[in-house]
């Protein structure tokens, strides 16, 4: 009995260890994130705005975003916050999507922007020659464990 209890004990600690790492991880190497200000200023420039919601039908507890998001000819920032985690894909769409299987449909049709590397605000370079236009959603997916985390309809 008291071998098994302390094996239980020992694989509980190490799987609560694991889960902490899994998301500490992302927010430690996190480089820091633009100010107010640098966001403010690429919103004052945005040619089209949106907004990232809690409620959407993936998203829950662990895998959300909130905040207005702008997106100009050269970047699309973030004036919000999105859950911790890894391996975070920010994408266009040419349709709004709020759940796994939706993406998973439509990401031949969509073109991955960039990586999101901070979790309150963030600012990401649009690629030469992409032209937001032709989309109307932003999506922030997690390619690490192929998770929904939000969207955001700017068209």
């Known amino acids: 009995m008291t071998k098994t209890l302390l094996a239980f004990t020992h694989i509980a600690a190490g799987a609560t260890g694991f889960a902490l790492g899994i998301y500490l991880?992302?927010?430690?190497?996190?480089?820091?994130?633009?100010?107010?200000?640098?966001?403010?200023a690429q919103a004052a420039a945005a040619r089209y705005t949106g907004r990232f919601v809690r409620?959407?039908?993936?998203?829950?507890?662990?895998?959300?975003?909130?905040?207005?998001?702008?997106?100009t000819a050269n970047t699309i920032a973030l004036d919000g916050e999105v859950a911790p985690g890894p391996a975070y894909k920010l994408y266009l769409s040419p349709q709004f999507v709020e759940t796994e299987a939706d993406f998973l449909r439509l990401k031949p049709q969509m073109v991955r922007v960039g990586d999101v590397q901070t979790f309150?605000?963030?600012?990401?370079?649009?690629?030469?020659?992409l032209d937001p236009a032709q989309f109307n959603t932003v999506i922030i997916w997690c390619e690490a464990f192929s998770q929904f985390i939000t969207a955001a309809q700017y068209r």
């Open 120 to 129: 309150k605000n963030f600012i990401v370079a649009v690629p030469a020659g």
């Open 55 to 71: 409620n959407l039908k993936d998203s829950d507890a662990l895998h959300w975003g909130e905040g207005t998001i702008s997106i």
């Open 25 to 40: 991880l992302p927010i430690l190497t996190a480089p820091p994130a633009p100010s107010k200000a640098e966001v403010t």
